[in-house]
């Protein structure tokens, strides 16, 4: 009988797909904390959809970090009806 288990788990393996390879060692990944943006009327986070996205290609440096694009997303408040535009700095490298 442990035959018969041994050719099923074998099956079962190939039929699974490429996955992680045996012996691999297990990803250390960075985690990034990202402040949401806020309303200035009310202070909720909670926001509508992103739309009427503009990007332009702007070098400077915000908080002490360089930034290669401003990223600006208009939406509207869910709480109080408040239109914003979110506004994002990005660090495009090789673009």
Do not use: W
């Not at 986070?45 to 694009?69: C, I, M, N, S």
Request: charge should be positive.
């Amino acid at each position: 009988m442990a035959r018969k288990t041994n050719a099923r788990n074998k099956e079962r393996r190939s039929q699974r797909g490429p996955g992680r390879p045996k012996g691999s060692t297990n990803a250390d990944p960075d985690v990034n904390t990202v402040e949401p943006s806020r309303c200035k009327r009310c202070g909720s986070t909670r926001r509508g959809d992103y739309y009427g996205k503009t990007e332009q290609a702007f070098q400077g440096v915000q908080d002490g970090l360089p930034f290669t694009h401003i990223v600006r997303r208009r939406t509207k408040c869910l709480d109080c009806g408040q239109a914003r535009i979110d506004r994002a700095f990005e660090n495009r490298l090789g673009e």
